[in-house]
């Protein structure tokens, strides 16, 4: 069965570079079929689709945080990870990692990061 | 850009029928696909509805999905309410490679 966990510092201190890891198991990250994904959720808010990486290492990044953003894919570890940059306290949220087949079809648990010095 | 707009809340009794909207501000409604996500506190969304009116296996057919090309909404049909409804619902829908969250609505049945 497939599973998603995300992993990383839950605190972050304004400036710095936010990194989350998420590990894929249960199925093959390398599959032609699917995209990885990062959505976040500030606490008591909505959801934000974050990017998206394909198994060859193609992204796509939502228009507001493409400065900031990287996406990597590591599929010898069947890992994909985040790397947000100079965050500040309105980067602080839950971050799951997903799949995307047709849809989300398969999320983490998510992370909660908190941004404060 | 575009924006997906959704009530904020919405609130019916059990066994009755909701239906929630979300518009899109620019661009055609029908140009690309939209999805639904539920949402229960503390957990991550599972998947209600994708390409506009499909359901994964798994989900009851209370919920439905449509798209309304004259109002360029889409919109979630909920029928025969369950207490078990309650929960956050989000559509979602993409524009070339950007992909864009409704804002939410907090549906409430009591």
């Known amino acids: 069965q497939l599973q998603l966990q995300e992993s990383g510092p839950g605190l972050a201190k304004p400036s710095e570079t936010l990194s989350l890891t998420c590990t894929v198991s249960?199925?093959?990250?390398?599959?032609?079929?699917?995209?990885w994904a990062w959505i976040r959720q500030p606490p008591g808010k909505g959801l934000e689709w974050i990017g998206t990486?394909?198994?060859?290492?193609?992204?796509y990044y939502t228009p507001s945080l493409k400065s900031r953003v990287t996406i990597s894919i590591d599929t010898s570890k069947s890992q994909f990870s985040l790397r947000l940059s100079s965050v500040t306290a309105a980067d602080t949220a839950v971050y799951y990692c997903?799949?995307?087949?047709?849809?989300?079809?398969?999320w983490g648990q998510g992370t909660l990061v908190t941004v404060s010095s | 850009n575009f924006m997906l707009t959704q009530p904020h809340s919405l609130s019916e009794s059990p066994g009755k029928t909701v239906t929630i909207s979300c518009t899109r501000s620019?661009?055609?409604?029908?140009?690309?696909?939209v999805q639904w996500y539920q949402q229960r506190p503390g957990s991550a969304p599972t998947t209600l509805i994708f390409?506009?009116?499909?359901?994964p296996s798994g989900v009851p057919d209370r919920f439905s999905g449509s798209i309304d090309s004259s109002s360029n909404s889409a919109s979630l049909t909920i029928s025969r309410l369950k207490t078990e409804d309650e929960a956050d619902y989000y559509c979602?829908?993409?524009?070339?490679?950007?992909?864009?969250f409704g804002g939410g609505t907090k549906l409430t049945v009591l």
């Open positions: 620019s661009g055609n409604i029908a140009s690309n696909y």
């Open positions: 249960g199925a093959s990250i390398n599959s032609s079929s699917y995209y």
């Open positions: 990486i394909y198994y060859i290492g193609s992204t």
């Open positions: 979602l829908s993409y524009d070339s490679s950007n992909q864009v």
């Open positions: 997903a799949r995307r087949w047709y849809y989300f079809d398969s």
């Open positions: 390409e506009d009116n499909q359901r």
